[in-house]
C-alpha cells in the first residue's frame, strides 16, 4: 500500500477517526526490542536529503517545527507510530524521552519562577502562562481602559465548540475610516504553542504602554499605522491544552523514592482544532470527549495552518483527518481560518506575523521549493518580492539571533497563513518559530525571546516586531493612491480574482475589498500593489518538446500489489526527468520513483498519488546519473494492465510573462456611488487618481 493517504478519507470524518485511532492502538513490538512505554517523544529524525524529508511528512506523523538540513524532531506518540518509523528506514535520536514528565517539570519550574519573580520584564510583568480566560479578560480591559487607541475585535465565526475569538485593533483615532497601512499578527493557530499567543499578546500591550508614557517611536508608528493582534486563533484547541498541560503534577512521594504523574495531560500536545466530522458542526464540547481516546489528541482537527487558499492542498499538507498536518476539507474550511481571512481581506495588511514555536527562525514565502513542478506545470520559483522580503528578515534575526530563511528550507508546506496573503494582497508575509527547543518551555525563557537575553538583551523578539511595524509603514515597501474627492465620501477599493489551489478543481473566488472616509481636500491611501506576486512574473525552466531520450515499459499489477522497472541516467546534463504512469480503467494507480544506491538501498525522489480516476505524473528536477526504480502501485484498480514512461529533457530558462491587475476604486457619497474607476500601482509607485466626477465636476 502506498505512503499516500489521502483516500483514507473517502471513509468519511469520523469513520476515519475511528478506524485510525483503533489501528494505532494496536501493539507493535519486535523481539529485538520491548514496546516503549505510551509517553510521548521528542524525537530528532535524520533526514539527510530533501527527499528523506518528504518521505518523512508522508508517514503522517507529528512534525514539529523545528528542523535543519539534515534532520526534522517529532512526537512519537505510540509503539505503532515508532514502529512506522523504524519500517521506513529512518534512524534517529531521543531529545526529551517522556513529554509528559517534562511538562510536569516545566509546571515546578514556573511555579518557583512565579514564587521569586515580583514582576517579570515583559510588558504585563506576569511570570506564569495566560489561560484562554485570562487573553479574553485582557484584551476586553485593553479596550476599555483606552477607547480611542483600542478597539475590540469580536471575529464574526465561531469556533466549533461556541467560542468567540477576540483580538485587538491598536492605533491613534483608531475608530476613524481612514487609509492607513495595517500590520497583523496572530498567535495559536497550532494549539501547544503558548509562546505564541503570549508575544502577540505582550506586544499588544507593548503599544499601548508605549503610546500611554509618550514613546516617540511607538506613537510615530501608531499614528502613520494601524496594528491588529489576535494572540488565540485556535481558542479551543488551546484551551484543551493550556487545561490538560497544567493538570499534569509531578509529585515525589515515599520518601522521594518514586516519581508519580498525577492528572490527565491527553491534549497537552494538541497541535490542531476541534474540527470532527468535516462539514459537519457537532456539539459544544465533542471536541474534548473525541480528542481524550486519541495519544495527544492530534487524531482529531484540521491543521489551521494547512487550510489556506494558497495553493492549499500541496506538499506538506495531508489529506487524512487522522494526520497532524490534515489540510481540511477544503481551502478556508475552517471558522478560525476564515475569521484571519475576513480581517486582512478588509484591510490593507502591508505586513503579517504568524507566530509559532519553536526552532527559532524568521520563516519567509514560499513554503514550496523553487523547483517544484507547480499546478500550472512550471515551477514555483521564488517569491518576486524574495530580496526585500530577505532583507527585513535578516534585519528582524539580528535582533533575535534566530535563522533568517525560506519556509521551504524547515520542509515543504502549503496552505500556510503567510502564503496565502502574501499571494493574495501583496503584503509582506513572516512566521516567527519562537524558542529553540520547545512547544511551551519554562515560561522565565518567553520572557527572554521577547525582551532578549545575552547578546540580544534588550532587543529579542520585541525589536523585531518594531522593526516589522516599520517596514509595514514605509512607502517604499507598499502603494499609495492619493487625490481629491468630496469630505464625508467613501472610498471602496476592490479585487475579485480566482486563487489557485494546488488542484486546480479545487481553486476559488477569492475578494479583497477595503474602505476609507475622505477628511479633507485631499486624501492619501497606503495600499497593498494591485498585482497579486503569483501572477508576477517568474524565472522558469521550460521542457523542451521533444525528449532526448524515454523508454516505455509495460505490466501488469493485482490488487495491493506494486511491480518495479529500472530506468538508468547515465547524462550529467539532463534538466528534468518525467515519469507517468497510465492504465485503461478510471480507478486508482499510483507511482513512486527511487534511486538506487551503491549498496542497493533505494531512497526515495518522488512520488504521485492522485484522486481515483487521475493519471500519474512525477518530475524531477537535474536527475544525478544512476539507476532509477520505478515503482507502479495497483491502490484499487481492476485494471492490472498499466503503461510506465520516463523520459529526459533539456529545458530553457524562461521568464514567465506577467499578468497587470487593477483595483476598483469607487467614490460613494450618501450611499450613491457616483464614480468608479480601475487603478494599477505598483509597490513603491505613488498614483494619483482624478474622482472629479465623485465632486459634481464634469
Known amino acids: 500500500m502506498p505512503t499516500t493517504p489521502r483516500r483514507l478519507s473517502l471513509l468519511g470524518g469520523l469513520a476515519s477517526l475511528v478506524l485510525t485511532a483503533a489501528v494505532m492502538a494496536q501493539p507493535s513490538a519486535t523481539a529485538e526490542e520491548p514496546a516503549p512505554p505510551l509517553a510521548p517523544q521528542l524525537v530528532t529524525v535524520d533526514t539527510p536529503t530533501r527527499a528523506a524529508k518528504a518521505e518523512l511528512q508522508r508517514l503522517g506523523l507529528d512534525l514539529t517545527e523545528h528542523a535543519g538540513h539534515d534532520y526534522i524532531e517529532i512526537i512519537l506518540h505510540t509503539a505503532a507510530e515508532r514502529d512506522a518509523l523504524r519500517a521506513a528506514g529512518f534512524t534517529w535520536d531521543v531529545r526529551i524521552p517522556d513529554l509528559i514528565r517534562r511538562e510536569a517539570e516545566i509546571n515546578q519550574i514556573d511555579d518557583a519562577y512565579a514564587a521569586t519573580t515580583l514582576r517579570s520584564s515583559l510588558p504585563s510583568g506576569r511570570d506564569r502562562y495566560r489561560s484562554l480566560a485570562d487573553y479574553e479578560t485582557e484584551l476586553r480591559g485593553l479596550a476599555e481602559a483606552h477607547p480611542g487607541l483600542v478597539r475590540l475585535l469580536e471575529l464574526p465565526e ?31 493557530h497550532h494549539a501547544r504553542e503558548w509562546p505564541s499567543g503570549e508575544h502577540a499578546m505582550e506586544f499588544a500591550l507593548d503599544l499601548v504602554q508605549g503610546k500611554v508614557s509618550g514613546d516617540a517611536r511607538i506613537s510615530g508608528l501608531l499614528e502613520r499605522g494601524r496594528m491588529i493582534i489576535v494572540p488565540v486563533v485556535n481558542a479551543d484547541g488551546f484551551h484543551l491544552s493550556y487545561t490538560d498541560g497544567q493538570t499534569v503534577d509531578l509529585r515525589v512521594v515515599d520518601g522521594g523514592g518514586t516519581a508519580a504523574i498525577l492528572g490527565t495531560p491527553g491534549n497537552a500536545y494538541k497541535r490542531k482544532n476541534c474540527r470532527v466530522v468535516d462539514g459537519q458542526d457537532t456539539p459544544d464540547g465533542t471536541c474534548a470527549a473525541f480528542s481524550a481516546t486519541s495519544p495527544g489528541g492530534y487524531l482529531v482537527g484540521t491543521d489551521l495552518n494547512r487550510n ?38 478588509e484591510r490593507q495588511v502591508t505586513m503579517m506575523i504568524s ?11 514560499n513554503g514550496v521549493n523553487p523547483t517544484t513542478i507547480g499546478p500550472d506545470g512550471l515551477p514555483v520559483g521564488d517569491a518576486p518580492d524574495e530580496e526585500a522580503m530577505k532583507a527585513l ?9 534566530y535563522t533568517n530563511q525560506h519556509g521551504w528550507e524547515l520542509y515543504d508546506t502549503t496552505g500556510t497563513t503567510e502564503d496565502w496573503s502574501y499571494n493574495a ?39 523585531a516586531y518594531l522593526l516589522a511595524f516599520e517596514n509595514a509603514v514605509d512607502r517604499a515597501h507598499h502603494s499609495v493612491i492619493t487625490g481629491k474627492a468630496p469630505i464625508g465620501a467613501t472610498l471602496r477599493l476592490r479585487k475579485t480574482f480566482s486563487t489557485p489551489t494546488w488542484s486546480p478543481e479545487n481553486d476559488f473566488t477569492d475578494s479583497l475589498e477595503s474602505s476609507m472616509v475622505v477628511t479633507g481636500k485631499t486624501f492619501t491611501w497606503d495600499v497593498n500593489p494591485s498585482t497579486r506576486p503569483i501572477v508576477q512574473s517568474r524565472l522558469v525552466k521550460l521542457l523542451a518538446e521533444e525528449p532526448t531520450r524515454s523508454e516505455t515499459f509495460t505490466g501488469t499489477v493485482t490488487p495491493l500489489a506494486t511491480a518495479d522497472h529500472e530506468f538508468v541516467v547515465t547524462e550529467t546534463d539532463q534538466e528534468i526527468m518525467q515519469v507517468t504512469l497510465d492504465w485503461p480503467t478510471p480507478d486508482d494507480l499510483d507511482l513512486e520513483v527511487y534511486r538506487k544506491e551503491a549498496d542497493g538501498s533505494l531512497t526515495k525522489v518522488g512520488s504521485s498519488g492522485n484522486f481515483v480516476g487521475e493519471k500519474e505524473k512525477v518530475t524531477i528536477n537535474a536527475p544525478t546519473p544512476g539507476t532509477y526504480v520505478l515503482r507502479a502501485i495497483n491502490f484499487a484498480s481492476v485494471s492490472p494492465t498499466y503503461t510506465l514512461t520516463a523520459a529526459l529533457y533539456d529545458a530553457t530558462e524562461q521568464t514567465t510573462a506577467p499578468l497587470v491587475e487593477a483595483y476598483t476604486l469607487t467614490c460613494e457619497v450618501d450611499g450613491q456611488v457616483r464614480q468608479t474607476v480601475p487603478v494599477i500601482v505598483d509597490r513603491g509607485q505613488q498614483v494619483k487618481v482624478d474622482l472629479g466626477r465623485c465632486a459634481g465636476r464634469r
Open 355 to 365: 507566530n509559532h514555536t519553536f526552532s527559532n527562525l524568521v520563516l519567509r514565502p
Open 158 to 188: 465561531k469556533t466549533l465548540d461556541g467560542r468567540t475569538v477576540l483580538g485587538v485593533e491598536i492605533a491613534i483615532d483608531v475608530h476613524a475610516l481612514d487609509g492607513r497601512p495595517t500590520f497583523a499578527m496572530f498567535g495559536l
Open 393 to 401: 528578515g535578516a534585519s528582524m534575526t539580528a535582533q533575535n539571533g
Open 425 to 463: 494582497t501583496g503584503g509582506y508575509g513572516y512566521t516567527f518559530e519562537i524558542g529553540p527547543d520547545e512547544f511551551h518551555p519554562p515560561f522565565a525563557e518567553v520572557v527572554d525571546e521577547y525582551v532578549g537575553a545575552g547578546a540580544y538583551a534588550g532587543k529579542g523578539n520585541r525589536e
Open 308 to 345: 489556506y487558499g494558497g495553493l492549499w492542498g500541496g506538499p506538506g499538507a495531508s489529506d487524512l483527518f487522522a494526520d497532524p498536518t490534515y489540510r481540511g476539507a477544503g481551502p478556508f474550511s475552517e471558522p478560525e481560518t476564515r475569521n484571519v481571512r475576513r480581517l486582512i481581506s
